[in-house]
């Protein structure tokens, strides 16, 4: 059971550059997640998809794209990567059921912007 | 006001003993509430949920919650050294399936 997958774990890059952390599910879950996790914020929403081909924001869109062609796959693209956006990027993933819903959340990647 | 808020500092406590983490939420509409622990360097895992008023248990974790009051709050009991870790409250306000996290606690049992 692979579950949520992060790729790449571990990322350094320039001020500037585009980056994209891919993110694969194999449980056919609906909903997907992308969280950054910071120190003194805690884990805050960048954007969320409810299904494939919907996406949308989340609490710290800005300088963040997402698309969801495929229900399993969902990347996070920094388009001009900022040291403000040096993090650890959490994919999450979940089934609405009833009142309640279980977040699974990947491995994290851990990215810094130099 | 923060929507999920998880005020206490660090917590220590001696083995055996049972740690208390307190957790508060905003929106009067919120309807489920989740607890997450999330080991240093980890990704969080989810450890209890709740949705009704009153208490949860599930072995040494019991869930307590309060909508009247807008509190959430986790017992572990017979605190274990692998138990130190940040906890992480959560809670879902409606249909979109989102979680508001705390910012969270650590927790660090003394052998």
């Known amino acids: 059971d692979a579950g949520i997958t992060q790729s790449p774990r571990y990322k350094i890059t320039e001020t500037g550059r585009q980056v994209t952390l891919m993110c694969h599910q194999t449980?056919?879950?609906?909903?997907m997640f992308w969280y950054r996790q910071d120190l003194g914020h805690g884990l805050r929403l960048i954007y969320y998809?409810?299904?494939?081909?919907?996406?949308d924001k989340g609490e710290v869109p800005d300088g963040y794209v997402v698309s969801r062609s495929k229900t399993e796959n969902f990347p996070l693209t920094l388009e001009s990567a900022t040291r403000s956006q040096t993090s650890v990027y959490f994919c999450?993933?979940?089934?609405?059921?009833?009142?309640?819903?279980?977040?699974?959340f990947g491995e994290g990647s851990w990215l810094t912007v130099v | 006001q923060k929507e999920v808020e998880q005020n206490s500092g660090p917590l220590s406590v001696p083995e055996g003993a049972i740690a208390s983490l307190n957790c508060t939420y905003s929106d009067r509409g919120s309807q489920s509430f989740f607890w997450y622990r999330q080991y240093s360097g980890k990704s969080p895992e989810l450890i209890m949920s709740i949705y009704s008023n009153g208490d949860k248990e599930d072995g040494r974790f019991t869930a307590q919650l309060n909508k009247a009051s807008q509190y959430v709050s986790l017992l572990i009991r017979d605190s274990q050294p692998s138990d130190s870790a940040t906890y992480l409250c959560?809670?879902?306000?409606?249909?979109?399936?989102?979680?508001?996290f705390g910012k969270g606690n650590q927790v660090v049992v003394i052998p």
């Open positions: 999450a993933s979940s089934e609405l059921t009833g009142s309640g819903n279980t977040i699974y």
């Open positions: 959560a809670v879902k306000r409606g249909g979109n399936n989102r979680l508001a």
């Open positions: 998809s409810a299904a494939a081909d919907i996406t």
């Open positions: 449980w056919s879950h609906s909903y």
